[in-house]
């Protein structure tokens, strides 16, 4: 799967890329170097960030999932246990 990004999104990237090595490296890296490398690292590294994102947000579904039970159980037949109550209180 590739990861796809928009105009607006990869032209940002490329511009931090290019910051990145105004302050960090030895040389400039152009426009086009720039997105290059970038293509890289979306082919490249970008599906193993993406699947670790799948997997957190499928680990916090499942977590909401099993505490589900806890959230939401009501208690069944309780309809009996009310009157039951008031018969004792007037004992």
């Not at 670790?52 to 999932?65: G, M, N, P, T, Y």
């Not at 309809?79 to 004792?88: H, L, Q």
């Amino acid at each position: 799967m590739t990861i796809e990004l928009t105009k607006e999104v990869r032209a940002a990237a490329i511009t931090s890329i290019q910051r990145y090595f105004e302050k960090n490296m030895e040389e400039p890296i152009g426009n086009i170097a720039a997105g290059a490398l970038l293509g890289f690292f979306l082919e490249e590294i970008g599906p193993t960030i993406y699947n670790k994102a799948v997997a957190d947000a499928q680990e916090r579904l499942q977590q909401s999932v099993s505490e589900l039970d806890f959230e939401v159980h009501e208690e069944e037949f309780q309809y009996w246990k009310k009157y039951e109550v008031k018969a004792k209180s007037r004992r």
